[in-house]
């Protein structure tokens, strides 16, 4: 059998499909996601977002962290946004120093845009109870694209 060089291969033509003409043939991709990147972060500990009771009904609070940052599970690399909390309050009112706080574990913690603003939601919505709450992610673009995640309470 003839020894082939590489040049050869690559010079050759691509292969034809079943009605004889050529097409780019998509090659078989690899899983570069695992369920376990999906999952990340999700089990983390966070602290308990204190509170303190509300005096008055019937007013909305925004809250904005313009400084917020996590870890892409998959690459490592830093995410950056803008975390906006926005909720009508019922009985008590979060305490923003410990919302502060909460906020910056997710710092070095390896978790998707997507969950970090779920997750969010799911806490604030444990510890205030709030009539109803909006958690928004404004995240910096990487490679291009920027992503804007926002998830509501009560769920539809």
Not at 15 to 30: C, W
Not at 40 to 65: C, H, M, R, S
Not at 88 to 114: A, H, M, W
Request: proline share 9%; aromatic share 10%.
């Amino acid at each position: 059998m003839p020894v082939v060089s590489a040049m050869a291969r690559l010079r050759r033509a691509p292969p034809e499909a079943k009605d004889g003409k050529r097409y780019n043939i998509s090659m078989a991709k690899l899983r570069r996601y695992t369920p376990q990147h999906a999952a990340a972060g999700l089990d983390a500990k966070f602290p308990e977002i204190e509170t303190w009771p509300n005096q008055f009904p019937g007013y909305e609070i925004v809250i904005d962290d313009p400084e917020f940052t996590s870890v892409c599970p998959k690459t490592g690399l830093p995410d950056f946004g803008v975390i906006t909390l926005r909720y009508q309050p019922d009985k008590v009112c979060l305490e923003l120093k410990s919302y502060k706080e909460y906020l910056q574990t997710y710092r070095n913690l390896g978790i998707f845009q997507e969950n970090v603003v779920n997750r969010v939601l799911e806490d604030v919505v444990r510890w205030a109870k709030p009539i109803w709450a909006e958690v928004k992610g404004d995240f910096r673009p990487r490679g291009g694209i920027s992503t804007t995640v926002v998830a509501k309470w009560p769920r539809g």
